[in-house]
């Protein structure tokens, strides 16, 4: 008797949660740290129905999880976010779309795909931002993270808008992209401190491919044209629609900030795939860029050649790109496999000493048993692990209210506790992330593993 082989994608803390439950005065192993007001939301992929087809971790319907923090009390609610097609699925009581390992529906009557708004949050301008890289982003209402509809900037947003924007702390600007499969294949956007979509311009691409994340300096906007393709006569052919290209170069294309196809400046190198930045900024004649980079990915695609043994293998990285004479240089900053690059956002686009990143463990799945501190200007690093069996995610920076200092602060992610089937919000000291938790705040359920979050002070919390 042959068995069907389990979806580890929907199994274990992988799988779907049922319900979306709101908990007061929750149970806190230490305490959390004084002055620590706000909230930390965080989003990923939670299916309400039973998926057509192959499921992929990209495919859930976004659900966020939240927690908020009020003199030494914490609370939690969990919220499905209600995109069309959510309310859709809701209404005839089934899936209606299938993946990112299925090919497109074109003939389903509410259209091929479905906005799932699972990836990413961004708080800017008074509007917390539920977010997925394939359509508009979402409003959220704080604190009770309902959802109040897609968001389209006065009808002005007319690309796809990426799950990783950038807010310069300076300016209060906001840029972003969409990438898309039909001409011009890139749009760059900047939005107001005030929130007001203030240009969007086309960037020229030779072909569309899959742009998850990008970076800005203080002048310059990064783009990374990297070699997995999509292409619809590979589909059309039975082949798979993304492929990496392993023998296709990788560009990378810096732009002012307020430039376009004028004035950006290509560099181009060695094929690679980046999911994730960790931050870019100016030295003299050169823009630095860190990201987590792997040789080669099969995430979404197959090679075009045989398998790389490296591939799939995020570890940190850093690029130099001379701007007077063209040259780039880069080097890998560390051995160990991590994603999820983050630092403290106040001094994003600025040269910053200090890091953070999820490594990653020695399992079949993307699962992340530590937290890795790094210091760039030691070349150093320090690990906080969480514990045999315990998994977390992407470490939030949450900055000490009125500081300066980079790393005064501390780090928090949801993590899962395999032997007890729970999961708790786990508050490390950024300035010794190598000693136990500050705080363990108990959730009263299951937190599936997601993506990306986000802290919210509790000032800014008023004004959304």
Known sequence: METTAINPFLDG?????????????LKIIGELP????????????????????QYHWFDGDGMLHGVQISNGKANYRNRYIRTKGFKIEQEVGKAVWSGFLEPPQ????????????????????????????????????????????????DDKLTSAFTAHPKVDPETGEMMFFGYSFQRPYLQYSIVSPEGKLLRTVPITMPEPVMMHDFAITEDYTIFM?????FSMERMKRGEPAFIFERKRPSRFGIVPRYG???????????????FH????????????????????????SADDTQRNPEGDIPRLHRWRFNMKTGKL????LDDVASEFPRINDNFLGRKTRYGYTARLAKSKSPLFDAVIKYDFSTGKSETHEFGEGRYGGEAVFVPRSGSTVEDDGWLVTFV????????????????????????RVLIPQRVPYGFHGTWIPEEQMKET
């Not at 009557?109 to 961004?122: D, F, S, Y």
């Open 106 to 153: 074109m003939d389903n009557p509410h259209g091929p795909g479905k906005n799932t708004a699972n990836t990413a949050l961004v708080c800017h301008a008074g509007q917390l931002l539920a977010l997925w890289e394939g359509g508009a982003p979402h409003n959220i209402k704080m604190p009770g993270l309902e959802t109040l509809g897609e968001y389209t900037y």
């Open 416 to 439: 899962y506790d395999k032997s007890e089937d729970m999961s708790e919000l786990v508050v490390v000291d950024a300035q010794d992330v190598t000693k136990e938790p500050i705080a």
């Open 225 to 229: 044209d990297l070699p997995l393709t």
């Open 13 to 25: 803390n992988f799988a779907p949660i049922d319900e979306e439950i709101s908990a007061d005065t």
């Open 277 to 300: 930045t960790l931050n870019a900024y100016e030295d003299g004649d050169e823009v630095i860029l860190i990201a987590s980079r792997m040789s080669s990915t099969s995430i979404l």
């Open 260 to 274: 376009d196809n004028r004035n950006i400046h290509w560099f181009k190198t060695h094929a690679c795939y980046v």
């Open 34 to 53: 004084e002055g620590m007001n706000g909230m930390f939301v965080r989003n990923g992929p939670n299916p309400r129905w039973k998926p057509i087809g």
């Open 329 to 332: 240089r880069d080097q890998r």
